[in-house]
């Protein structure tokens, strides 16, 4: 079961790599970064945390990875992180909410799609707050 | 004196503006155009540079004995990170005094003729198996991976040939998230796959703008904010128009 998710999330990921032209020597490591986010999603969200608590964390050590593999490897770091974060991307919750609408359920669609907003925001704030890590983490060097 | 001068400021100023604009349409961050014009024009020696970089045009401009400003448009935009990463290593390679501007320009030039860094029919495999592995992901039966597969990649194979037909925006997306619903409600009709929503959604996945979303977040933190909104814009709209697809199907055949 695990195994499963974590090889779907890998190949899933570098494919994502590949869709994005990202260049060659980079592609193991954008599946690698997507496996370990969307592990640690599951991992979570099994726990019984919260799904957008989860995907916060998750967007969070996806973009602290990124940025790590960047220095690395010297290159940009959405070469990187874009292809992390598109599993936690909420996909499934949209299509819910858009669903419902088609059927006239508006109240259940607005409650999705709230849901899906949220979603979205913590992505936003997990890539957010990786970078001020990053930033402290600098001018405390310097 | 004053001609070679001239072709200096010229010279810097074509270069700064190549360089930003391949990185521009190739989907990298505001602030990695601004970033890497001004590393370049320093290492040519204009330190005293400015830049208005959105994602539909860049103005470059350099001031000094004579001054100069220029203007480039950006009308087509598409995802080719490998590109941006050589861009990227390039200003690398001037700033630390590797390569003249001379050299540099005609390199840019070839880095902007190339063509993607992988072929189409990749590409596609690419956006089929993903879409594959991503139902897996969402708890799908693997009974379902192949017509799951199917759909996401002929759903991108759709949106590639008609993003290169017809240029109107967000229409390519809104066909190609069609053609996905349609699939995937075919496979569930003739007994093919089981679960109609999980199929629609894991193939649906390749034409989602996350790069989009990615750059719209980074540019509005970094203080880019014309850039951040209409990046934030077109990743909205294109989200629409998947979900207007899709929905136009369920509501018509379902």
């Known amino acids: 079961m695990i195994i499963e998710q974590l090889a779907a999330s890998f190949v899933a990921s570098a494919a994502f790599g590949l869709i994005f032209n990202v260049p060659k020597r980079a592609i193991v490591q954008c599946g690698l970064i997507g496996m370990l986010g969307w592990a640690l999603y599951v ?3 099994e726990q019984g945390v919260n799904s957008t608590i989860a995907t916060l964390l998750a967007a969070g050590s996806v973009a602290v990875l990124s940025q790590v593999m960047a220095k690395m490897f010297r290159m940009p770091i959405i070469v990187f992180s874009v292809s992390g974060i598109i599993p936690l991307v909420p996909g499934g919750t949209a299509y819910d909410a858009m669903r419902h609408a088609v059927e006239n359920q508006y109240d259940i669609a607005m409650q999705l799609g709230t849901k899906a907003f949220m979603i979205s925001g913590a992505i936003a704030l997990g890539l957010v707050l990786s970078e001020v890590i ?3 983490i600098r001018k405390v060097r310097v | 004196m004053t001609q070679s001068m001239a072709t200096d400021y010229y010279m810097t100023a074509e270069l700064c503006l190549l360089a930003g604009k391949i990185i521009m349409q190739n989907g990298g961050e505001t602030y990695r155009v601004e970033d890497t014009m001004k590393r370049i024009a320093e290492a040519c020696g204009f330190p005293d540079s400015q830049c208005f970089v959105t ?3 860049i103005i470059f401009a350099i001031s000094g004995a004579n001054p100069i400003t220029r203007l480039v448009g950006i009308s087509a935009r598409s995802t080719d990170l490998n590109k941006v990463t050589l861009v990227n290593e390039l200003s690398r390679r001037i700033s630390e005094g590797e390569w003249s501007a001379a050299e540099a320009l005609v390199r840019l030039k070839e880095i902007e003729r190339a063509r993607g ?20 992901m969402f708890r799908g039966g693997w009974n379902d991976f192949g017509p799951a597969l199917l759909a996401g990649g002929i759903g991108f194979a759709l949106l590639i040939s008609l993003q290169r037909l017809v240029p109107i925006r967000f229409f390519a997306e809104f066909l190609a998230s069609m053609m996905i619903g349609s699939l995937s409600i075919l496979f569930v009709r003739t007994g093919i796959g089981q679960e109609l ?3 629609i959604i894991s193939s649906v996945m390749p034409l989602v703008p996350g790069l989009l979303i990615t750059n719209a977040v980074r540019d509005l933190m970094a203080g880019h904010l014309v850039s951040g909104l209409s990046k934030g814009a077109e990743a909205m709209l ?3 128009a998947i979900g207007a697809g899709i929905a136009v199907t369920l509501s018509v055949l379902n």
């Open chain 2, 55 to 57: 994602p539909t045009g």
């Open chain 2, 197 to 199: 929503d999980l199929m």
């Open chain 1, 134 to 136: 990053n930033q402290a």
């Open chain 2, 238 to 240: 294109t989200a629409s």
């Open chain 1, 43 to 45: 991992v979570l969200t």
């Open chain 2, 117 to 136: 860094a992988y072929p189409g029919w990749l590409q596609v495999a690419s956006a089929a198996i993903a879409s594959g592995c991503f139902l897996i």
